[in-house]
């Protein structure tokens, strides 16, 4: 069970005293050090990074925070005020569960170890209130919060991107897939209020203010619990693959990104589904690009447009929405105010993005609430959310 205390800490301020005290009453002695790092929220380009594509992240005002001290042996200690429990590793081979907190904090410690011969081992207290599994990248933000904290600690000089491509293999490791670099870049290397516009085909990115008159993003939790590891999400991976290599025996092409509409075609009769997975990739990316316009032009309209559509696809194409979002989005439709909005993250359940205007976040908030709960019997948790620089 999650420790509701935490998560509802709303402040940088507040979180960084909640969890150092939650380190004095583990630990017994103030921390050396501790860091705060952000969760992201996509903006658009979703399962695009793992396929050389494009998308659209920035860090969020949710935190993962870490207070840390040497331990004065080999040995780590992690205490997670989320989970309210504390393990003891000297090796993560032993009793670490699938894609668990304990598992992601022995895989990070592991690495560096290895990677940087470390001596000693830390004492640590994590606590976060980025809400977990809901598309918001908490898994990465834990990763990347132990790993830069543990590095700041021990003098290792690594940061930016290169941070970012040692927490994406330790991401890999813990879960099995080789994960794209969206919620590592997004969370490492994001400016206060720009979106990040990502090409993964050459790493090039370039940074947009977030500016539009008179509008506020919401993220809507579902409260439907969802897990990267699925099978569902490697199966899209392996689909996407599948449908390169068949593409590459027909035509004159070496990744994704030389895949042109019309080949698709090839694929529509024999292989439907590759065909639908194929095309979301195509026109998300071209989503991506068009988003930048219309953000830069600061067009709302246009911009909802844009994640109605991607939601869209998300739903029929790539197939990983959920009923219940769908539910949020097609209620959305008839309130006035609202632009538009999708699914973020990995899929299957989580949170979805919203563009409104600024005036009517309260009103929305009560009618989406009241409303879900009569069809869902649960509650869905509605952030604002700002967007306040990377780590
Ligand atoms: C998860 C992964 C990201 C990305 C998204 C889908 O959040 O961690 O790398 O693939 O799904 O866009």
């Known amino acids: 069970m ?3 205390e935490v998560m509802q800490v709303s402040t940088k301020e507040q979180l960084v005293k909640k969890t150092s ?5 583990q630990y017994g002695t103030t921390p050396d050090t ?3 790092t952000p969760g992201r929220i996509n903006i658009i380009g979703e399962h695009t990074d793992y396929n050389d594509g494009l998308s659209m992240p920035a860090a969020i005002d949710r935190w993962m925070c870490v207070a840390l001290s040497k331990s004065n042996k080999k040995a ?6 989320n989970y309210k429990k504390c393990v003891t590793m000297s090796t993560n081979k032993s009793n670490a569960t699938q894609g668990s907190w304990i598992k992601l904090a022995s895989t990070s410690i592991d690495v560096l170890t290895d990677e940087f011969d470390l001596q000693e081992g830390g004492n640590v207290a994590i606590g976060g209130n980025i809400p977990i599994g809901c598309g918001l990248s908490s898994s990465s933000a834990f990763i990347i919060a132990i790993t830069h904290t543990f590095c700041q600690l021990f003098s290792i000089q690594i940061k930016n991107r290169d941070l970012a491509y040692l927490c994406q293999k330790i991401e890999s490791i813990t879960l099995g897939i080789n994960c794209g670099l969206l919620d590592q870049y997004g969370i490492i290397l994001s400016k206060k209020n ?4 990502i090409d993964f085909h050459d790493d090039h990115i370039e940074y947009i203010p977030v500016h539009i008159n008179e509008c506020s993003w919401l993220v809507v939790n579902s409260q439907i619990h969802r897990e990267l590891s699925d099978t569902a999400f490697i199966q899209r991976m392996n689909e996407c693959q599948e449908g390169l290599d068949i593409l590459k025996d027909k035509f004159n ?3 994704f990104r030389d895949i042109e509409e019309t080949m698709l075609l090839e694929l529509q009769a024999e292989h439907e589904v590759i065909y639908k997975r194929l095309s979301h990739l195509i026109e998300e990316n071209k989503r991506v690009n068009d988003m930048k316009d219309q953000i830069q032009k600061g067009s709302a309209d246009n911009v909802g447009m844009l994640l109605k559509q991607s939601h869209e696809s998300l739903k029929s194409l790539y197939q990983v ?3 219940e979002i769908d539910y949020i989005i097609a209620l959305s439709e008839n309130f006035d105010g609202w632009y538009g909005g999708r699914i973020v993250g990995g899929g299957f359940g989580g949170c979805s993005i919203h563009l409104l205007t600024s005036h009517v976040v309260d009103e929305y908030n009560s009618y989406i609430t009241t409303n879900y709960l009569k069809k869902f019997d649960l509650i869905p948790d509605i952030i604002k959310v700002s967007f306040p620089g990377g780590l």
Not at 21 to 25: N, V
Not at 194 to 197: D, E, L, N, R
Request: include cysteine; charged fraction near 20%; proline fraction near 0%.
């Open 2 to 4: 999650l420790l509701d």
């Open 21 to 25: 005290e939650e380190f004095k009453l």
């Open 34 to 36: 501790v860091t705060l």
């Open 76 to 81: 780590s200690t992690i205490y997670s005020i």
């Open 194 to 197: 720009h979106f990040m516009v």
């Open 253 to 255: 092409i070496n990744g």
């Open 321 to 323: 929405s959920c009923k």
